[in-house]
């Protein structure tokens, strides 16, 4: 092998040094980049998936409320309602209060409750 000298190794030192910096330079570069271009993207999604869980959550409410209003409706008529259904309406309820449902169903299911019909 040839003889090596200490400025050879130096100056592939300082090769590999100023590589690797640039390397490294370039990559952040890229990553601020793809981030800048990918913020607006990202909130678009956000407000998409946003809009989708409130969609959702109004049809589901206003199918509670429907099936409320029917199990209401028959059990004011004189309906006898089983155990079971009974559970289930105690169950849609909770959940349409949780969804923010609150109006003349919940009139409705008061007062059935305070004549103990359900």
Known sequence: MENITIGQIAALIAFLSAFIGGLTGLITFSKSFIKKILKPINQKIDVLQETSTNSRNNIELELIKMSLVNFINDVEQGNNKSQIQKQNAY??????????????????????IKEGKI
């Open 91 to 112: 169950e849609l309820y909770d959940r349409y209060k949780a969804l923010g449902g609150n109006s003349y169903v919940h009139d409705s299911w008061q007062k059935l």
